[in-house]
């Protein structure tokens, strides 16, 4: 298993995501993909883990399911988020999203898409 830790800078969305504080993309057995998002610092941060799946899209950009380790259900009651990578343009599915136009979910993916993390995949 490859680990790539990077530093996540927030995108120019409507808000900025400055809770992002680290992730790490890692490639598991059988060709999946998993995705640890930290937010805060020190004692006071915590990460959330999720399984992310490349899903087709007919609208371009790139389309990634991403659904958490465990069976628990997400702050928006459904069992997975949707995030739409088009650059400046993307979209997800969480609360955070919705109510700011920016989240940790679109910024870490794009991030990695950047690095050629997520390659063979339209993403611009």
Same mark, same amino acid.
């Given at each position: 298993?490859?680990? !790539?830790?990077?530093? /996540?800078? =927030?995108?120019? #969305?409507?808000? =900025?995501?400055?809770? &992002?504080?680290?992730?790490? *993309?890692?490639? &598991?057995?059988?060709?999946? !993909?998993?995705?640890? *998002?930290?937010?805060?610092? +020190?004692?006071?941060?915590?990460?959330? #883990?999720?399984? /992310? @799946? %490349?899903? =087709?899209?007919?609208? +371009?950009?790139?389309?990634?399911?991403? @659904?958490?380790?465990?069976?628990?259900?997400?702050?928006?009651?459904?069992? %997975?988020? /949707?995030? !739409? &990578?088009?650059?400046?343009?993307?979209?997800?599915?969480c609360p955070?999203?919705?109510?700011?136009? +920016?989240?940790?979910?679109?910024?870490? *993916? &794009?991030?990695?898409a950047a %690095?050629?993390?997520?390659?063979?995949?339209?993403? @611009?």
């Amino acid at each position: 298993m490859s680990t !790539l830790r990077v530093r /996540v800078a =927030p995108i120019a #969305f409507t808000r =900025p995501v400055a809770s &992002l504080t680290g992730a790490q *993309l890692h490639d &598991l057995d059988g060709g999946r !993909l998993a995705l640890a *998002l930290v937010t805060g610092k +020190g004692r006071c941060a915590s990460a959330k #883990f999720y399984y /992310v @799946e %490349e899903i =087709p899209t007919q609208i +371009g950009g790139g389309a990634f399911r991403l @659904e958490p380790f465990n069976t628990d259900k997400l702050a928006t009651g459904e069992s %997975e988020y /949707v995030v !739409l &990578l088009a650059g400046p343009d993307s979209s997800c599915t969480c609360p955070g999203h919705c109510y700011t136009g +920016g989240c940790k979910h679109a910024s870490a *993916l &794009l991030a990695f898409a950047a %690095e050629g993390r997520l390659a063979g995949r339209d993403t @611009e």
